[in-house]
């Protein structure tokens, strides 16, 4: 019995934490269209369910119940599993993201659970985490360049393409966003990384402030987001790779979006904000309260500024932050040396 505790209640961990990221997903979709409203002085949804409230869910039924349609000559196969490619690659990572310091669990079992490691508020407390994002967020980039590649389409297949250059593009500064942090820090795993975050001033946006600025943007575009959504923009590409896509197989596509958005978030928090830490409130509440602080922004971003031209995204990526970023990387290695040869201990 005792063999099956950890096994059963990983299972629960995971089946609460897709619960949570689905709802918050399905309402980023609501707080995104009524901050839009309210920013261009309109009134959002409000029809269904009080204040809109149960808009997600009729948009839902709506997805689930239209008609499926496959374009001719798409390449079947393909063209079903880029969505769900997608969305498996956006879910996975927050298995990784430590939301809580701990999950009460030792009310509920006793010393069962430091006994079988279960009070821990992280699906999988790996030693290469930050790595294990990057693999497979990486890979969410060939669902969308498989997709808009099978539908048959020219406007699908240029917003593959263009997936396929800003993501090779955006990846390196990203990459080199995070050196800085992990070098400080001597560690892969985003638990220790967030314990490296004791104090607000030891927070790595004020020990890494050009690393998280690089961070902030490059994931932007990593996730195609305003301004750097050309991989979808309806003046020239209709609505780019998911164009040809219709019911829930464009809800997948929607779903995933959003689910990179608030991984994104949270990420930023994890490694730049202390993630759950804080004074006085419950570890969680810090964790989300920060996190849809980023999400927030993100969505202010989209309502403020215009799209970029998409030479002056490839240009911005190769000319501007890769060079910062390499530059950063060199100044942190410096300083630290530096730091370590008169201090003896790490920055």
């Known amino acids: 019995m005792d063999a099956a505790i950890p096994m059963i209640l990983v299972v629960v961990k995971v089946l609460l934490v897709l619960g949570a990221v689905l709802t918050l997903v399905a309402y980023i979709t609501l707080l995104e269209r009524k901050l839009l409203g309210w920013i261009q002085v309109r009134l959002g949804p409000n029809r269904v369910g009080p204040w809109g409230l149960l808009q997600p869910l009729a948009d839902g039924i709506k997805l689930l119940t239209k008609e499926e349609i496959t374009v001719t000559k798409a390449n079947r ?57 990057f693999a497979i967020s990486s890979l969410g980039a ?3 360049i498989l997709g808009g590649w099978a539908s048959n389409s020219k406007y699908s297949l240029l917003g593959g393409i263009r997936t396929g250059a800003q993501m090779i593009s955006y990846e390196l500064g990203l990459s080199l966003a995070v050196v800085g942090v992990l070098m400080i820090a001597g560690t892969l795993s985003l638990v220790e990384i967030v314990g490296e975050q004791s104090s607000v001033l030891r927070w790595f946006v004020f020990r890494q402030p050009v690393g998280f600025l690089l961070f902030l943007i490059a994931g932007a575009a990593e996730i195609c987001r305003t301004p750097f959504d050309v991989i979808e923009c309806e003046n020239e590409l209709v609505a780019g790779y998911q164009t040809e896509y219709s019911s829930m197989k464009f809800g997948l596509f929607y779903l995933g979006e959003y689910a990179h958005l608030l991984f994104l978030s949270a990420l930023i928090t994890t490694l730049f ?48 932050l890769l060079p910062v970023g390499l530059i950063n990387v060199m100044m942190t290695a410096f300083i630290y040396t530096v730091w370590l040869q008169f201090t003896g201990r790490g920055l």
């Open 77 to 133: 196969v393909v063209y079903i599993l880029a969505p769900m490619i997608v969305v498996v690659c956006a879910l996975i990572p927050f298995g990784v993201i430590p939301f809580a310091k701990g999950l009460g669990l030792e009310r509920l079992l006793g010393g069962a659970a430091e006994r079988f490691d279960l009070n821990t508020g992280v699906i999988a407390d790996i030693n290469v985490g930050i790595l294990f994002i």
């Open 142 to 144: 060939y669902g969308v």
């Open 273 to 320: 904000f202390g993630g759950w830490q804080g004074p006085i409130f419950p570890p969680i509440v810090w964790f989300m309260g920060k996190t849809f602080f980023f999400v927030f922004f993100f969505i202010w971003v989209r309502a403020t500024y215009p799209r970029l031209r998409y030479d002056r995204v490839m240009a911005f990526g190769w000319k501007v």
